[in-house]
């Protein structure tokens, strides 16, 4: 008669092989492993994302009138709606800052602050019947913004405290930082 032997493998020893398995067929697909470098920039793919890419921020038209050439100025504050086309146009004044700051969390729910450059804009017009255009961007002053209108007079009207006028302002990540209970600002010495 034949006597049957069996041993005993413990759960860790199962583990480990189990894991050496997937790890061996891991590198058999050629899925290549990254060691951490030490940099949670680098190594949280949230942050390492937040790094290399640019990210956007919006300033609206909030100090605007609405300008005839020989004509009557209207001024936009205090009122609701203003002229424009027709010969009219509104000359807005916005504040585009130089550097940002944004709260992002990294992939473990940690608070971090982005910093960014601008280096680009857009505008927006958040009414289509308006075309707008950046006239002038001094670095530490707000923009010259017009907003024009083809044809004839139109009325514009503000929404929630601002003009249907934007610029979207493009900024290049210079620097992350943990924010460790201050706000971005702070963080920054903005």
């Known amino acids: 008669m034949k006597t049957q032997t069996h041993t005993l493998v413990s759960p860790a020893v199962l583990a480990a092989v189990f894991t050496l398995a997937a790890l061996l067929a891991m590198a058999g697909q050629g899925v290549a492993q990254e060691a951490p470098t030490g ?3 680098e190594d949280d793919p949230v942050l390492k994302f937040a790094k290399d890419n640019p990210f956007d921020g919006i300033n609206f ?8 050439d020989g004509g009557e100025t209207l001024d936009g504050a205090g ?19 130089q550097l940002l ?6 992939s473990t729910n940690t608070p971090w602050c982005q910093l960014g450059q601008l280096n680009g804009f857009v505008t927006r017009a958040l009414d289509t019947r308006l075309n707008v255009t950046v ?5 530490s002053d ?13 009325e514009i009207i503000r929404a929630t405290g601002s003009w249907p006028l934007a610029v979207e302002g493009k900024y290049a990540t210079i620097d992350l930082q ?3 209970g201050r706000t971005c600002e702070q963080v920054f010495g903005l």
């Open 101 to 106: 700051t944004k709260f992002v969390r990294d």
């Open 142 to 154: 707000p923009w010259d913004v017009v907003a024009t209108h083809d044809g004839e007079e139109i």
């Open 178 to 180: 943990p924010a460790l």
């Open 39 to 41: 940099d949670p920039t």
């Open 135 to 139: 006239e002038s961007t001094p670095p």
């Open 79 to 97: 009122v609701d709606a203003l002229p424009v086309g027709g010969g009219r146009r509104l000359e807005c004044r916005i504040a585009v800052p």
């Open 61 to 68: 038209g909030d100090d605007c009138a609405s300008v005839l």
